[in-house]
């Protein structure tokens, strides 16, 4: 019901890894200083100020024009005014706002109500009440919930319409006439005036008098309006950290697609929205100076349905009706599938992808609680749910048969419970080359020897433009100006996989873990596609005879010609991320990127695994393994010194694993070892070769971002830096290793290292086909111009 960065990739400074639910680890810890630095860096250039508040309540809530006239036009007396302001001037602790704030919007929604306007709302102070969310325990000041929540009732993420954050800006900062600024530091890292900050929450809001906007009174009706401010980005470095928290929480809890809030700083107000892409961020006002600005907000909150709210449309208690009110939790609601008829009606760009499903089914049953959520604020935002797909008899309704709600009541609905399902929901990138479901069914008819190797893809459909819903397409300039980046909104219905740590066997997980080695190889050389996110998320297996390894998630794949052109930087997940990659300016991804990923899979695996136990993964992580998981520059630390000094961690192998040491873990560590000592080679090599030609000569006119091989020339003098001792195999010459290589890393010495376990044929009547598609999808070089 809620739907629940920017970045294909993780951000730089925080991974996505603690991203379960339920989770016995938050994303973020519950450091407030760790938590808001993370936000903060996520949201770096995403943000979208002074928006034209009229033009926010508007786009975001609904609120009609004349609405806005109306009450532009009203003189405003808020109740409990003076006692807040009393409050202020007092030096009161920020909990003392609560109640007045709560007095004053309490007279304001009466105002509307006594009005004749039908209000929705709840306002409930939390203070510093603890609220269990999905990633962490937050206290949000206030909640605005709708109107059939009661005090009795449990306040929940899932149940509220909107956040409000508070802060208080010290007496000594304060000055009459709000002449008083501050230093912060501007998007270019300058020193810029700002307006009063709060010292107590670190919520900073950088308003200066100028965008303010005068009253327009009764008694001056000819005054013009003036134009808006054009918005501006902003680095928010420093600034609403707390707000961006609670939008974390509200999008994580039922499927939002975006999420909104207030800010208060003494009685000065900003108006919050998050989605996929970034947050706006309204022009700040006064509600001392502009009473009327914030019972233009009152109304919005108050009339705000759930669509206004962000809740997931798709999603309703049951097949007959519309959601009315939020719910508690997603399980035993039902997911809705539009269909051609609903494209026509809405005139909205919805696409069934390749046909998978067009027609067939009409809603998805959720039978649980998320299966996975997304742990970041921006970015994909999937959600992957589990239950079944229920299937419509006597097809699908054609053009003729009117609204497909109303035909679809006469259908007789034939659930499908034989095969257990998921739906995945996710935010792409609109530039992204292909759509998961289309590069899964592309793969699935090219190479169909891969089949039960790749998810089964029932149904798949993409939001696109105005059909996704977001308001954020109704302000100005707000993605072309800024190049945001564009998302769109999908649908993926596909068979519900099991994780490697479910295995009950040792051969069990052997088998699984050498299905998706074969399968990655076999989409890499024949279906010409880099999987790119190689995570233990994704490594799934199902029964079919035996185990069998499902290579699952396919949504940042890049086909391999697209080589040095879009896949020159950051994708994966933090703790299997291969070390180049972990580099301030990553190298373009190549295919032993993804076997360092399975590597590191691996190890994580023997490490933390219970195969076959009553707990088989506790989701604990290992202390020796804990830098893994930590910003990019200490996992790549704590990945060189492993594969310097492996013991440490290999003295953590759960007993159950301890017959894969000799035979899979330690052949592995001595290969990526002699891996570690070429990349240093070679690094050393094409520094040399700079100092002789010089850098221009070398890079061309591809630049030097493209041809980093990840490491910085002051590696070498880094004391964090490890020196590895002589590897197990003797290493190539400098001058013989290959960066796309590293001179040892393929598919074949991989295979040799676990057990000489050899890769499986290709059936009969594939074989002359596969030799086809070799001659015809001829895999690009990598040459020295795009990788050093």
Known sequence: MNTCPSAESLHDYHY????????????????????????????????????????????VYGVSKADVEYIRNKEWKLEGLPTYTKLLDEAAPEEDLYEPFKTIMAALFDTFIDSGRKLDVHHASLGK??????????????????????????????????????????????????????????????????????????????????????????????????????????????????????????????????????????????????DRMGAILTQPFKFDEEPWKLALVALAIGQCNLAHAG????????????????????????????????????????????????????????????????????????????????????????????????????????????????????????????????????????????????????????????????????FHDMNVAHGLEQRYFTLLFSDRYKHLWEVKTLIGFQMAFIDIVECHRTVTRYGMVLHRDISENNLLWTNDKRVVGVLNDWDLATPVDAVGNSTNHRTGTG???????????????????????????????VVHYKIGSDVPYSRVVNPVLKTWTGDYGEARNAKRAFLGDPEPVLHEVQPVFKPLQATWIEPLCDLFQEAQTNRDKHARTRRARVEVIGQDVLTGSQGSALMTTGDDSDDEDNANNLALPEPAVKSAPAHDIDFETLGCLTFESFMAALDHWKPRSIPKEYREYAKRLLKEDKPPVVSESLVG
Not at 438 to 466: D, Q
Not at 577 to 600: I, N, T
């Open 16 to 59: 996505d890894y603690y991203n379960f639910y339920p989770s016995t680890e938050p994303y973020y810890s519950n450091s407030d200083s760790s938590m808001d630095s993370g936000l903060q860096a996520e949201l770096f250039g995403l943000v979208s100020e002074d928006v034209d508040m009229e033009e926010y309540v508007q786009h």
């Open 129 to 274: 009440t603890p609220l269990k969310g999905i990633w962490n325990v937050r206290k949000p000041e206030q909640l605005f919930l709708f109107g059939s929540h009661d005090h009795e009732s449990p306040v929940a993420w899932s149940l509220a319409k909107a956040f409000v954050e508070f802060a208080v800006t010290p007496r000594t900062q304060r000055v009459a006439g709000g002449d008083s600024t501050i230093s912060t530091t501007n998007e270019e890292g300058t020193a810029a005036a700002a307006a009063p900050a709060s010292s107590t929450s670190d919520l900073a809001l950088a308003a200066s008098s100028s965008t303010k906007r005068k009253h327009c009174s009764a008694d001056t009706p000819d005054e013009p309006k003036p134009a808006p401010k054009r918005p501006r980005l902003a680095a928010y470095a420093k600034k609403e950290p707390q707000a961006a928290g609670c939008a974390l929480e509200l999008l994580a809890s039922t499927c939002r697609r975006w999420a909104t809030g207030v800010v208060i700083t003494d009685t000065q107000v900003t108006l919050h929205y998050y």
């Open 311 to 474: 809740f997931e449309p798709l999603v309703a208690s049951n097949l007959d009706t519309a959601l009315s009110q939020p719910l508690y939790s997603l399980q035993n609601a039902i997911l809705k599938i539009p269909n051609d008829n609903s494209n026509r009606i809405n005139n909205d760009s919805i696409e069934v992808v390749d046909n998978l499903g067009r027609g067939i089914y009409s809603h998805f049953q959720i039978t649980g609680n998320p299966l996975y959520i997304y742990g970041g604020l921006t970015g994909k935002g999937s959600h992957v749910l589990p239950g079944y797909m229920v299937k419509m008899i006597g097809g699908a309704p054609s053009q003729d048969d009117g609204d497909f709600r109303d035909a679809a009541k006469e259908l007789a609905l034939q659930v499908n419970s034989k095969d257990t399902m998921v739906v995945k929901l996710s935010w792409p990138l609109e530039r992204r080359p292909c759509l998961e479901a289309r590069t899964i069914n592309a793969l699935v008819n090219k190479i169909p020897w891969m089949k039960r190797h790749l998810p089964k893809v029932h149904c798949a459909l993409t939001f696109k433009g105005k059909s996704t819903g977001l308001p954020r397409h109704l």
């Open 575 to 605: 703790p299997f991320m291969a070390y180049d990659l972990l580099g301030p300016k990553p190298p373009v991804h190549l295919y032993r990127h993804d076997l360092e990923s399975l590597f590191y899979v691996l190890i994580w695996a």
